[in-house]
């Protein structure tokens, strides 16, 4: 009598989690976040080739370098990942905290007010509209929309954790907690005070702080969100160390809040702060070494299932990017590293490799696991999804690779005294092939969409709110 009424209870108190999900909120989410994938990936190419044809689109002002970057950039953090990231969030956050999410219903209005303003952003940035500030470039009205949206979504996750049924705080929204709330803090700073009230040298300095708050306390904590939920959920093993996963996300935060000036080394900024960037920024490896071993950690003993787990495959490639251009990001900060390689394409290899490589790979991953879920359906092409997982993984393996060598070569002819005007021409060769690995970047994000929206697409009518999907305890 007793197991049966603790039985009963437990039931009670977790009711079936498909039925807490907004099947149709999240399903927008993604929907918008396919299409920006789609999209700003796209416009990195078509600037890319300016390059090595400085003339194929024409005199237009419309689709000069200046305008077009800004919108790729923007378009890449805040439009594809930014917004599978939320849509996930829906998905992930009821299940882990065992009740809906709270005002649920506000989502479907800020789903379209979030893209809609995100489509005026890109309008604005296209027609000049432009605060000067790398990732920060849209203007005062788009960022009030964008601060207005990650607002109240913090409140509404925070709500939901409040009254969550589950008593164990899992990492994952540990990180969920710290990625919103830093980052309704960090948009204040990047939206409503650095444009129009810190100016020379300090702005410069803010501005490396903000840029990397977007990146290491936005982006990275929002990466960990998916990929602690949907490694284990994809695998179906528990994550390899709780203790761990503490470790890194308390590393994260107590050292990632230094390390924005290390870009600026050789520059007017104080001598301490650029020495204490560098030497947050060489902890960082602490965070970073953490949360991979949990992540390699999480797949002993499921090795054998990898080839057919496609979610898997992509959370696993993303993890190596991120070793990789984690491992770039610390070693660049050492001012004999910075030497050849500042102002170089030694740093977009490593931009391109953390953030797409890395958190919209994961994004991507999370994307896989839950969309045929929610329609009901396995993805209609597995073969087509491998397809898209090899183009990826080679157009940013190369570009980053491509992108390390023409900034360390840049770099040294600099320091021996070649003109820049010759040290552009000598690099030429590998700006064409970074345009090839983009274009098979986008090749396979095309049809990774485009195997999604077949999915979607032939599904039954779903009848239940929600979807089979992993198990409560997969993500602890």
């Not at 501005?207 to 695998?235: D, R």
């Amino acid at each position: 009598m007793t197991a049966a009424r603790a039985t009963s209870a437990a039931s009670e108190a977790f009711p079936d989690l498909d039925s807490l999900i907004d099947r149709g909120l999240v399903l927008k989410w993604l929907y918008w976040g396919l299409f920006w994938l789609m999209f700003t990936p796209s416009i990195g190419v078509t600037i890319s080739s300016l390059f090595n044809f400085p003339d194929y689109l024409g005199t237009s002002q419309y689709l000069t370098f200046g305008r077009l970057r800004p919108m790729h950039v923007n378009g890449v953090i805040f439009g594809a990942f930014s917004t599978l990231f939320i849509g996930l969030c829906h998905y992930l956050l009821p299940r882990l905290c065992g009740v809906p999410v709270w005002k649920g219903h506000w989502g479907h209005w800020l789903v379209w007010i979030w893209n809609l303003g995100l489509i005026a952003g890109m309008a604005s940035l296209m027609l000049g509209y432009n605060q000067g500030l790398e990732a920060g470039e849209f203007p005062l009205a788009i960022d009030a929309v964008i601060f207005f949206v990650v607002s109240v979504t913090t409140v509404q996750f925070l709500m939901t954790i409040a009254h969550r049924r589950e008593p164990q705080l899992y990492v994952a929204v540990w990180y969920l907690i710290g990625a919103f709330v830093w980052t309704v803090m960090n948009l204040v700073l990047g939206s409503f005070i650095l444009p129009y009230a810190i100016t020379g040298i300090n702005s410069a300095a803010f501005h490396g702080l903000f840029i990397h708050y977007i990146v290491g306390l936005w982006i990275t904590p929002a990466g960990y969100v998916l990929i602690y939920y949907f490694l284990p959920a994809s695998v179906q093993n528990p994550v390899y160390s709780h203790k761990l996963s503490l470790v890194g996300f308390w590393s994260l935060a107590l050292f990632y809040p230094f390390v924005g000036i290390h870009h600026y080394l050789y520059s007017p900024i104080a001598d301490w702060a650029e020495t204490l960037a560098i030497i947050t920024s060489m902890l960082l490896i602490v965070p970073v070494w953490t949360v991979l071993q949990n992540f390699f950690g999480t797949m002993i003993g499921r090795w054998h299932t990898f080839t057919q787990n496609l979610t898997a495959k992509f959370l696993i490639m993303g993890s190596l990017m991120y070793l990789v251009g984690c491992f770039q990001g610390s070693t660049e900060a050492l001012r004999s590293i910075q030497q050849p390689t500042h102002f170089s394409d030694f740093v977009i290899s490593h931009s391109h490799l953390t953030v797409f490589g890395t958190f919209v790979v994961w994004a991507i991953g999370g994307t896989i696991y839950v969309l045929p879920k929610l329609v009901k359906r396995p993805l209609w092409s597995p073969r087509l999804g491998n397809w898209s997982f090899w183009l990826i993984t080679f157009g940013i393996s190369l570009m980053g690779l491509d992108l390390t060598m023409a900034g360390l070569q840049q770099g040294y002819m600099l320091m021996a005294g070649v003109e820049w005007l010759d040290s552009l021409v000598a690099i030429r060769p590998y700006w064409l092939v970074r345009t090839i690995a983009g274009i098979s970047m986008d090749i396979g994000m095309s049809l990774l969409v485009y195997n999604l929206m077949r999915t979607a697409l032939s599904a039954e009518p779903a009848t239940a709110p929600g979807a089979a999907g992993a198990v409560r305890g997969a993500s602890t």
